[in-house]
């Protein structure tokens, strides 16, 4: 079993910056996908960031590229997303996924197996 416990979520303002963290226990892999994906009120859950450690692919969402940045402490196992630039449009419940063992990273949540239970990030106009 995996588990994955997020952090580091709350209220920001217009343009703040923020950093999740996802801390994973268990049978964990560097060779698994890690990603993060959101989902806000009343919408479907959508891939944020994601990346296959072991060969250095990362994929961003279009609507985040240039602000936010995926990175993973493979030596303790926390994935990270720092959050710059913020906008009200990403207000949503953040959660961290860890794929499917032998498949490469993907914005489907097909592709991932472990989920946490979600960190809240506001971002106040």
Known sequence: QVQ???SGGGLVQTGDSLRL?????GRT???RS???FRQAPGKEREFVAGGNWDGGRVLYADFVKG????????ANNILYLQMNSMEPEDTAV?????GVLGLQ??????????????T??????
Do not use: H, K
């Open 4 to 6: 994955l416990v997020e």
């Open 21 to 25: 963290s996802c801390a994973a226990s």
């Open 29 to 31: 892999s560097s060779s």
């Open 34 to 36: 890690m990603g993060w």
């Open 67 to 74: 602000r936010f940045t995926i990175s993973r402490d493979n």
């Open 94 to 98: 953040y959660y961290c996924a860890i």
């Open 105 to 118: 990273v993907g914005p489907t949540r097909d592709r991932y197996r472990y989920w946490g239970q979600g």
């Open 120 to 125: 809240q990030v506001t971002v106040s106009s």
